[in-house]
């Protein structure tokens, strides 16, 4: 590796801000916690920003479940439709994955509801269980006050999704309504959950250590198994010591916590988004933005005259044309190669990045990815904290964390840094979380009903 591929000094210099030190992590888990306090409590939930939502799930799987069910699961651009047999040790799984039209994400709620319930219904009969009454379970993967495990109001929409006339509402009772408006087929809707609680109630079923639930993809947020009398807004009565609360903690920041350690390019996401002032800390860490963040660095370092000679793109300088995968791919070359890099150089219309480019482009998108990797970091030891076991396991999905190929190693070494010493933890990759884990919900509600 010649000194030619050395990164630039000064952009170098210029992207320490992106820099998280152990000692704004400590900072950012005192802040956090502080939040997390606040969310829970029943005096101080309505003006907190870390929603902390009891989600009514009060079991984890034990291994037992037997039976055949159906999961949606709606998180992102598009949903899919699960059926689910359980058998002993042992699961069997048909899926379809459905697009939903960017008309259809910022149309009305009714459309929305009417297309899922369409999907379902093709599916079932593509499945030959059109004429069965199985039980459902609902992943819908945005904020949701839950009342109940079957019961869940949109608190507000996230991750590019604007439906009219669903935020307040029970999504459970539109899903419902759309099922009846076409009255084909049956379904009983036991249980609706965050794509959190999915992802740990899939890894429980494997691991009976997990207590932790993390996404890092579009968004990012996490569950955790807390103790009953501290969900002060638990309603009803509870008979079990714990339950999965749902943390929301993508809006952590939402009220100038994380200012401390915001920069120019994450202010500028924020306000070009269609929720601006919302989700400050999902916009510094998921994948729906962290392309963007390196987007914006590369157009203030070629507009300084420190990057491709000055000479930057159309592509390049149009919003959203970084994608988050690119960042995975480029951090995948082998040092000194820039063979991945190049290709997207090329695909942005810069074919005259040199060597000495690549490496400061890499060196770029190293330092978004690491930040957003101390992020998490900060927010999961914060929770491994507070609950204080003494070995815990995460269940973790999401694109960014299954697909950027340091992101786990730079969990690790971060998070062991912050843990309370003496806890052991470990990192479980989910597989097929959202999906297999709303079906565990509904066996686990079924096996109670």
């Known amino acids: ?18 820099l998280i ?40 799987p034990n291994g037992k479940e037997r039976g055949k069910f159906l999961a949606l699961d709606l998180g992102g651009t598009n949903f899919r439709v699960l059926i689910i047999t359980l058998a002993e040790n042992h699961f069997d799984m048909q ?62 929409w996230t991750k590019g999704f604007k439906c009219s006339g669903v935020v307040g509402e029970d999504v459970v009772q539109l899903l419902k309504d759309a099922i009846a408006r ?15 609680t999915g992802t740990l109630m899939s890894c429980a079923w494997k691991n009976h250590n997990c207590r932790i639930g993390l996404i890092v993809g579009t968004g990012s947020n996490a569950c955790y198994v807390e103790k009953t009398k501290n969900a002060e807004l638990f309603d009803g009565i509870s008979t079990k010591d714990d339950v999965l609360v749902n943390t929301e903690w993508g809006a952590f920041g939402d009220n100038g916590a994380l200012d401390f350690v915001r920069t120019e390019y994450d202010r500028e996401v924020d306000s070009s988004s269609i929720n601006p002032g919302k ?19 590369l157009v203030r370092f070629t507009k300084e005259g420190l990057l491709f000679g000055g000479i930057g793109s159309d592509l390049l300088y149009r919003k959203g044309n970084f994608y988050t995968k690119y960042v995975s791919e ?26 000495q480019d690549c490496a400061n482009v890499r060196f770029i998108c190293e330092c978004v990815s690491m930040r957003a990797a101390h992020l998490v970091s900060a927010g999961i030891a914060t929770l491994i ?27 690790v070494e971060r998070i062991s840094q ?26 686990v509600a079924c096996r109670q009903q």
Do not use: W
């Open 182 to 196: 076409r009255g084909d087929v049956q379904i009983d809707v036991c249980a609706i959950l965050n794509d959190t």
């Open 95 to 156: 899926s379809k994955i459905y697009a939903i039209p960017q008309s259809i994400m910022v149309g009305s709620g009714t459309s929305l509801f009417d297309h899922i319930a369409e999907c379902l219904s093709n599916f079932m009969k593509e499945n030959d269980v059109y004429k069965e009454r199985l039980p459902l379970g609902f992943t819908f993967s945005f904020p949701l006050k839950q009342l109940g495990l079957t019961k869940g109001m949109l608190e507000r």
């Open 330 to 355: 480029i951090e995948s070359d082998k040092k000194g190669d820039y063979m991945n890099c190049r290709d997207v150089m090329d695909e942005l219309g810069l074919p005259h990045a040199t060597d």
């Open 418 to 443: 912050l843990v309370t010493p003496g806890i052991k933890f470990d990192l479980m990759l989910s597989e097929d979380g959202s999906g297999r884990g709303a079906a565990l919900v509904a066996a």
């Open 279 to 297: 989700q400050i800390q999902e916009k510094m860490i998921s994948g729906m933005y962290m392309g963007e963040l390196v987007r914006l660095a």
């Open 385 to 411: 904290n507070k609950m204080g076991e003494p070995h815990v396991t995460v269940g973790i999905d999401g694109s960014v964390y299954r697909f950027h190929p340091h992101f786990h190693d730079l969990m």
């Open 21 to 60: 030190t152990d000692k704004q992590s400590r900072e950012m888990m005192t802040r956090l916690l502080h939040e997390l306090n606040q969310g829970l409590g029943k005096k101080t939930h309505d003006e907190s920003v870390v929603k902390c939502f009891v989600t009514y799930v009060q079991d984890l």
């Open 1 to 18: 590796m010649g000194h030619a591929t050395c990164v630039l000094p000064a952009i170098r210099e210029q992207c320490r801000e992106l």
